[in-house]
């Protein structure tokens, strides 16, 4: 099975090199997790290598989700838009059961086959749009099989309850019919806020069973990580640290190496914290490949 970059840098090794094409996975976890950063990213990752986008937004509009992206830097988006290579399908507000038997076999039918990549943000609407559990199944599983159709699916669900537990009647369904499911446990309220990722289940995949530490880098994303438990002080990047940063990832092309000496002039030391230089090294190398 063919395998695609996942679009969150440290994610696709642990995944036994990404995502399945034509697959569907369920990313799940509470607010302020980052599941529509990884969505984004997602999309972003195959719009960068000339794969087409849709981006069907079930909660907040499509403005928000847009300002949202180019406020995480990624302000191509807007060429992405222009030249209709990413596609938007707000469906707020709608009767979600109406919108995904009627509307959405319509939209199917334009682009099956055309091998985009779809995200889904978030199913929980779908699943509070009935009580009974059998329509919930049929739902869910309609609307996976249909963009399916389309390309390779990304999904997010919201955690609810205690962290970590994904046990309830809201992530069960989901999980069960997804073929790949990611969790990003989230806990904001301690001290120093933890952030660990871990992939559940991978159906005809390899996968790592092991939590990772993850957080957010400015005008990237996700960052899957392995922390030292090194403290920085805050501040810029020290200039032998650029210098080595520059030199090994000297191969780019003109116009990546100068997003990278825009990302390294955002950076400070408190946001790599924790990040040994040789595996940020990888990951902005896998970042901008």
Known sequence: ???????????????????????????????????????LQF??????????????????????????????GWGEILDFL???????????????????????PDF?????????????????????????????????????KETRKIGTVLCTLEEHGPAGNLTGAETVLPMYLADCVIHLRYRPLEVKPYRTLKVIKYRSSRHSENAHHYRFLKNIGLVVIHSTGETFPGGKLPEPMRVEILRELGTLPKEKHGKLVKLLDSLTMKDIEGI?????????????E
Request: hydrophobic share 40%; proline share 2%; glycine share 10%.
């Open 1 to 39: 099975m063919r395998k695609i970059k996942s679009g969150v840098p440290g994610l696709d090794e642990i995944l036994d090199g990404g995502l399945n094409e034509f697959s569907t996975t369920t990313v799940i976890g509470c607010a302020g997790a980052g599941k529509t950063t990884f969505a």
């Open 43 to 72: 999309i972003k990752k195959g719009l960068e290598t000339g794969t087409e986008g849709i981006f069907i937004t079930l909660d907040e509009n499509k403005e928000q989700i847009i300002k949202e992206a180019v406020a995480m």
């Open 82 to 104: 222009d030249e209709e290579k990413l596609v938007f399908i707000d469906a707020t507000g709608k009767e979600f059961t109406n919108f995904i038997k009627k509307e959405l």
């Open 108 to 144: 199917v039918a334009t682009w099956r086959g055309v091998g985009a990549r779809i995200a889904i943000d978030p199913l929980t609407p779908v699943i509070w749009a009935t009580k009974d559990l059998y329509e919930q199944r049929e739902l869910l599983s309609f609307l996976m």
């Open 276 to 288: 040994e230089l040789n595996i940020l090294i990888e990951r902005l190398r896998e970042y901008f």
